[in-house]
Nanobody, 123 residues
Framework: QVQLVESGGGSVQAGGSLRLSCAAS????????MGWFRQAPGKEREGVSC????????YYSDSVKGRFNVSRDNAKNTVFLQMGDVKPGDTAVYSC????????????????WGKGPLVTVSS
């Protein structure tokens, strides 16, 4: 079974950047679409980004489009979320997950979930 461990969380000033990593063990991520999710205080969890198993297709929520970039390195069994021009609204606990597809409501397709780090963005 695949275990996912996120790293890279912390505090950052608005306008800055941060890179989250999601490292897998116990199995390869290569067959899976990989998603990034976040849950802000008082809010429901939302999908932030997703990358197809091939890495060819990527998806972003409207709120992060143009600022965040998702990538994967299957050889390293790791997925990344590069967060740029961060805003206070990006403050949340971020989680990565492995699943079958990237599409609408792709959280439903996620089989393995990591335990996300907290990202805090100050103005």
């Amino acid at each position: 079974q695949v275990q996912l461990v996120e790293s890279g969380g912390g505090s950052v000033q608005a306008g800055g950047s941060l890179r989250l990593s999601c490292a897998a063990s116990g199995g390869t991520i290569s067959p899976y679409a990989m998603g990034w999710f976040r849950q802000a205080p008082g809010k429901e969890r939302e999908g932030v980004s997703c990358i197809s198993s091939s890495g060819f297709s990527t998806y972003y929520s409207d709120s992060v489009k143009g600022r965040f970039n998702v990538s994967r390195d299957n050889a390293k069994n790791t997925v990344f979320l590069q967060m740029g021009d961060v805003k206070p609204g990006d403050t949340a606990v971020y989680s990565c997950a492995a699943g079958t597809y990237c599409a609408s409501d792709y959280a439903l397709a996620m089989k393995y979930w990591g335990k996300g780090p907290l990202v805090t963005v100050s103005s």
